[in-house]
T-cell receptor
């Protein structure tokens, strides 16, 4: 079945540091890949997505590239801010109509 | 962007009573909606998939008679927790797949349920 594995947190960084959160997946077919962000006490917000191999999703300075050869979708940001502190979930969606499979989430804390 | 609204955001109920949570897609049609449950500091667990006009498909281990799901229109799905118990206390999140763009799923803000 489909599954997503994320690096475990929490991750603590200083403001303006470089961020990488690793995500690898197992899936049949050609899944779509997503990163969602959850701020404390809130629901999930779509951060970015990629629907086919070599696609790069980007939003708010975050980027992730769909790498089929390594089955990865690592999240990166060149310079994090305190406001980026949240939990980040990697997810995949299989065939159209299927629900998302989520990773366990990675908590990020950015300190001034 | 697309918005999914859940109501209520917070609810406290007594053991043995039933609680209904609504999930609405505000500016798009959603033929498919999903209900998740999230325990503190854990990931989201899919409870059921709801298709407009048909019965929901429940994940293994989820009691369909306890968690009633109705998807009566293209913009509304409801989750009713029947005969609630303290162990049902959790964060419930719905999501909706945009019918026009089959690959994007939008999430509601979530609903905190506390059963006392």
């Amino acid at each position: 079945g489909n599954s997503v594995t994320q690096m475990e947190g929490p991750v603590t960084l200083s403001e303006e540091a470089f961020l990488t959160i690793n995500c690898t997946y197992t899936a049949t077919g050609y899944p779509s890949l997503f990163w969602y962000v959850q701020y404390p006490g809130e629901g999930l917000q779509l951060l970015l997505k990629a629907t086919k191999a070599d696609d790069k999703g980007s939003n708010k300075g975050f980027e992730a590239t769909y790498r089929k050869e390594t089955t990865s979708f690592h999240l990166e940001k060149g310079s994090v801010q305190v406001s980026d502190s949240a939990v980040y979930f990697c997810a995949l969606s299989g065939y159209s109509g299927y629900a998302l499979n989520f990773g366990k989430g990675t908590s990020l804390l950015v300190t001034p | 962007g697309a918005v999914v609204s859940q109501h209520p955001s917070w609810v406290i109920c007594k053991s043995g009573t039933s609680v209904k949570i609504e999930c609405r897609s505000l500016d798009f049609q959603a033929t498919t909606m999903f209900w998740y449950r999230q325990f503190p500091k854990q990931s989201l667990m899919l409870m059921a998939t709801s298709n407009e006009g048909s019965k929901a498909t429940y994940e293994q281990g989820v009691e369909k008679d306890k968690f009633l799901i109705n998807h009566a229109s293209l913009t509304l799905s409801t989750l009713t927790v029947t005969s609630a118990h303290p162990e049902d206390s959790s964060f419930y999140i719905c999501s909706a797949r945009d019918a026009a763009d089959g690959t994007t799923i939008y999430f509601g803000e979530g609903s905190w349920l506390t059963v006392v």
